[in-house]
Each structure stands twice: as structure tokens, then as C-alpha cells.
């Protein structure tokens, strides 16, 4: 009896050891995974709903279906959600799209642009110190620019290098890594004019 109870008990462990650890991913279009402890999927419900664990306590939240590409179970089984619909703007296949995806993934993890969040900083601030008001335009002109010059495309050692000839990868990179140089560009040249305006406040309040 002792060996059974101790298999069985073994077992039980082993159980609730997987449930802990098990985790489904859904991957979103927009590049990003979303590592969820569960999920629930209400099919008349337009929301997929899942539980995150934040500091040890699990938090529900929900996420729309129509900006979720496929979800991996813990099982090893995929789902994929999109579906080719160019009434709404999905005009890429599903193939495509998973080109595309992979093109933002790269650009989230390699693309880097510290240099233009400093230069933002420079620019906010010395555009508010010579031009008063109109320096606080700064953000926008400095984002606006930023936005049109193509950034350069930076791959993982891991990443063929014929990516860079797969319009749908080159297209999503692309995307994602404009959207982190216009993002730095802008608090870049917010955080340096805002500095500007406090230390000209504490500048004029002294004595």
C-alpha cells in the first residue's frame, strides 16, 4: 500500500506542478505576446479573456479577438484567430502576416534608437530656451521628421538574412521600428522642454 500512496501522491504533485507551470501564449498583431497562467474563450463574446500572475496574485483581463493572430496552448496546439478580411484592413494571408509579425518581433527586440531620444532632449530644450512658445512645437516637428527617415534594419544572429529581401518581414520591421523612433523623438523632446520650463521657474523664483 505504501508504494501505491506514494506513486499516487507523486502523481498529484506531478499535477498540479504542470497546471502551475502551464502557460498559453497569444500572439497579438502587433507583434507582442501576452503569456497567460489561462484563458478563457467565450466564442459570442468578442473579448478573449485571460488571468496574468502579478506579484504572485492572478489579475483577469481581456483582450479583442480581432487584434489576436493565434494563441499557443500549453498542450502544444496552436490556434490561429486572423483570418484575411480586406474590409477591414487585414489584406495580408495568413503566411504573410506571420512574416510580418516576425518583422515587428525583430524590430521590438534589436531595434534600438537612444540617440534620438538624447537629441530630443537637446532640441526640446533648446528650442523652448530660444523660442518661448513656439519651442514647445518641438515634439511634434522632431517626431514628424523622425517618422519619414526609413530606419535601418538590424537582424538577431539567429534571423536568416534573407529577411531582408521578404517585403511582409522588411514591411513589419519597418513599422514597429518607426513607431519606437517617433515614440523616443517625442518623450525626447517633451522630458527637454519640461526641464527647461522647471528650471526656469526655480531660476526665477530665487532670491
Do not use: H
Request: include cysteine.
Amino acid at each position: 500500500m505504501k508504494p501505491l500512496l506514494s506513486f499516487t501522491i507523486c502523481c498529484l504533485a506531478l499535477s498540479i506542478c504542470t497546471k502551475s507551470f502551464s502557460q498559453d501564449t497569444i500572439n497579438l498583431l502587433n507583434g507582442k505576446r501576452i503569456v497567460a497562467k489561462s484563458i478563457y474563450d467565450e466564442p459570442t463574446n468578442a473579448l478573449m479573456k485571460y488571468d496574468i500572475v502579478i506579484r504572485g496574485k492572478a489579475k483577469q483581463k481581456a483582450v479583442d479577438k480581432i487584434n489576436i493572430f493565434s494563441i499557443n496552448y500549453s498542450d502544444k496546439t496552436d490556434r490561429i484567430l486572423y483570418r484575411q478580411d480586406t474590409a477591414i484592413g487585414y489584406k495580408l494571408s495568413i503566411p504573410e502576416m506571420e512574416y510580418y509579425i516576425a518583422g515587428e518581433r525583430e524590430a521590438i527586440k534589436n531595434y534600438k534608437a537612444p540617440w534620438i531620444t538624447v537629441g530630443g532632449f537637446a532640441l526640446g530644450f533648446v528650442a523652448t530656451y530660444k523660442l518661448a512658445f513656439w519651442g514647445l512645437l518641438s515634439p511634434a516637428v522632431f517626431g514628424t521628421a523622425m517618422g519619414v527617415i526609413d530606419p535601418k534594419i538590424k537582424l538577431s544572429e539567429t534571423t536568416k538574412p534573407e529577411m531582408r529581401t521578404n517585403k511582409d518581414f522588411v514591411d513589419g520591421y519597418m513599422t514597429t521600428a518607426t513607431r519606437k523612433k517617433v515614440k523616443n523623438a517625442l518623450l525626447g523632446t517633451v522630458a527637454g522642454a519640461t526641464v527647461f520650463a522647471i528650471a526656469t521657474i526655480v531660476i526665477n523664483a530665487l532670491p
